[in-house]
């Protein structure tokens, strides 16, 4: 049984770094929200087992329940795009990790951080904050917006599209949820300004 959070360091060698030089990805131009799963859509406290798959030791949360909330905060935008930037994609692939949101959700996801031609171990040696900021250089979206309950690793250039959201509460905090419908709205308005460094 590992935690899930916990499970993307225990891999790392340090001193890593990320090649990857695959084809293009999609995104380009556009305006995406890197989501997280734990933390974000549900509680962080996931555990998984070979038997059990994902699931919460803790008794009062459910996977996902946050997930119709943040459909519907998106709802208005619908040129939005999604990029999963959880560690669910490496044990169940972007396709699968995507079918566990609601139809609103899953429609959007254009791909994810992790691909299988990446070297694993040079992917996991780096902090979610680098590992999106590689992502972002990648797609070159012409806007963007992290959600994330870790702010470790974030580059400085990206902290003003970065949301941390409430380990337990996700998204659903009120003050995360204010700040997520503000920046949606001025990304969806005159824009954040993207930069690359």
């Not at 590992?131 to 963007?144: G, L, N, S």
């Not at 995360?176 to 824009?191: I, Q, Y």
Request: charged fraction near 25%.
């Amino acid at each position: 049984m590992t935690k899930l959070s916990e499970d993307a360091a225990a891999w790392a060698p340090a001193g890593s770094v990320q090649r990857y030089l695959g084809k293009a990805p999609k995104g380009r131009g556009e305006l995406i929200l890197w989501l997280d799963y734990d933390g974000v859509v549900h509680c962080e406290s996931v555990y998984w087992s070979p038997k059990r798959g994902p699931f919460f030791k803790a008794e009062g949360y459910t996977l996902f329940e946050h997930a119709p909330l943040l459909a519907e905060v998106l709802e208005p935008y619908p040129s939005v795009r999604i990029v999963l930037s959880t560690s669910w994609v490496r044990l169940y692939s972007c396709d699968k990790a995507a079918k566990r949101l609601p139809d609103a959700l899953r429609a959007r996801v254009i791909g994810a951080t992790f691909h299988t031609e990446m070297n694993e171990g040079a992917f996991l040696a780096q902090s979610r904050g680098q590992q999106v900021a590689a992502d972002i250089r990648r797609r070159q979206p012409r806007d963007w917006l992290a959600l994330d309950d870790t702010d470790e690793g974030w580059p400085e250039w990206c902290r003003g599209r970065f949301i941390r959201t409430h380990e337990e509460l996700g998204i659903s905090e009120p003050s995360v949820l204010d700040e997520l419908k503000r920046k949606l709205a001025l990304l969806n308005g005159k824009g954040l300004g993207f930069e690359t460094s």
